[in-house]
Nanobody, 125 residues
């Protein structure tokens, strides 16, 4: 499994959240790092992803414009920043990694081989 996600917890509506995940041992030049979230009783939902080489990003419509995914290659970590948090952002968030993922497949959970254990995020007023 990937390194544990960090940064989850309770966030106020309208606030910001930063999630981080270590990809040490699971990332290389052909890697893509992704963030997914899961609501109770639902499959994992794509949030954002970034390619290790080139930095191509993809965002779900639900976070587009208020989310930023970035890499720290020196620390081998991927970070997700979400602004203007809403109650519907409440979920368990997972980071993921995979190799050789085509840009067109970055949004599919099945494209990723490695997963973190998830961190719970609760948005409350």
């Amino acid at each position: 499994a990937l390194g544990l996600e960090s940064g989850g917890g309770l966030v106020q509506t309208g606030g910001s959240l930063t999630l981080s995940c270590s990809g040490s041992g699971y990332t290389g030049s052909e890697s893509t790092m992704g963030w997914f979230r899961q609501f109770p009783g639902q499959p994992r939902e794509f949030v954002a992803a970034i390619r290790w080489t080139g930095g191509t990003t993809r965002y779900s419509d639900s976070v587009k414009g208020r989310g930023t995914v970035s890499l720290n290659k020196a620390k081998n970590t991927v970070t997700l920043l979400l602004n203007s948090m809403k109650s519907e952002d409440t979920a368990v968030y997972f980071c993921s990694a995979g190799d050789g993922i085509a840009v067109s497949n970055m949004t599919f959970a099945s494209s990723y081989r490695y997963w973190g254990q998830g961190t719970r995020v609760t948005v409350s007023s």
